[in-house]
């Protein structure tokens, strides 16, 4: 098999990156790809960042036993815990992060405020404050931590009453905020997001960091003349640790929605 041919590589602490799985469908339908959840070891948001780092080490092994060309760490968590190390230590492919999107949320909220939920450890990392540093200067920013929210998440259930409750709950005390806009700074978000505009309304954009993410990967993988060039559908294959039916049915529900 030459290079080209080979999958993408993806990688989240649970089903939560099937978000962006989605959106790189849509934009490289020829690719095949082959996803890794790690649900037994979920949540990340809420561990200590040696934990996460190992956790990321030892998946990214597991992808590169799957003969990957290029790897997406599809978790704002492990990529804020671990991308500078996996870069060192796995020099001979690229590996692709995904960060909150607040470049963009800056750039549509004029003047008025932003709220980033994202998970404890995200929120408190370097490379989060480092992009603050970048933005608070211009606008109203809070970060709103969301510890639970990927465990709800994690059992499928992206919408009723649970959700509905844990979304207002957060974000009573903004309610008198004007705030333009809502980004979604973990993976696992963009499934409760018909739920988080029932209670902020249309009016307030809703963003997360796939589209830029699958942008960059296309970037990479044109740069390193990785592109697939078959004309047919690719394909995706769905690994767990959790390794049972539930959560892989979970997994291909999700990407379907
Ligand atoms: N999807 C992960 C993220 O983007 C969730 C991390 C977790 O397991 O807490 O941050």
């Given amino acids: 098999m030459n290079n080209k041919e080979k999958p993408i590589g993806f990688f989240d602490s649970g089903v939560g990156g099937?978000?962006?799985l989605k959106e790189s469908l849509?934009?490289?339908?020829s690719e095949d790809f082959v996803y890794f959840g790690d649900s037994l070891n979920a949540p990340y948001g809420t561990k200590n960042v040696n934990e996460v780092r190992k956790l990321t080490f030892n998946a990214m092994d597991f992808l590169l036993s799957k003969g990957v060309k290029v790897v997406v760490i599809a978790c704002n968590t492990a990529t804020s815990a671990a991308i500078d190390a996996l870069r060192q230590k796995y020099t001979d492919i690229p590996i692709?992060?995904?960060?909150?999107?607040l470049k963009p949320a800056?750039?549509?909220s004029k003047g008025k405020s932003i709220i980033i939920m994202a998970t404890p450890m995200t929120l408190s990392e370097k490379?989060?404050?480092n992009l603050m540093d970048k933005y608070d200067k211009e606008v109203n920013i809070i970060s709103l931590p969301c510890a639970g929210l990927v465990e709800l998440i994690e059992d499928?259930?992206?919408e009723g009453h649970q959700i509905e409750e844990y979304l207002r709950d957060k974000l009573k005390k903004f309610m008198y905020l004007d705030v333009a806009c809502?980004?979604?700074g973990c993976t696992h978000y963009p499934f409760i997001k018909n739920e988080l505009i029932k209670i902020v309304g249309e009016k307030t954009t809703i963003i997360d960091g796939s589209v830029g993410t699958v942008n960059q990967l296309k970037r990479q993988l044109a740069s390193n003349n990785l592109l697939n060039e078959k004309k047919t559908k690719g394909t995706v294959t769905v690994y767990n640790s959790l390794n049972n039916k539930q959560i892989i049915?979970?997994?291909y529900k999700l990407l379907r929605l």
């Fill in 18 to 20: 099937i978000s962006v």
């Fill in 96 to 101: 692709i992060g995904i960060e909150p999107a």
């Fill in 26 to 29: 849509k934009v490289l339908p």
């Fill in 127 to 129: 490379k989060f404050s």
């Fill in 182 to 184: 809502i980004v979604l």
């Fill in 249 to 251: 049915d979970l997994s």
């Fill in 156 to 158: 499928g259930i992206t």
């Fill in 106 to 108: 800056v750039e549509i």
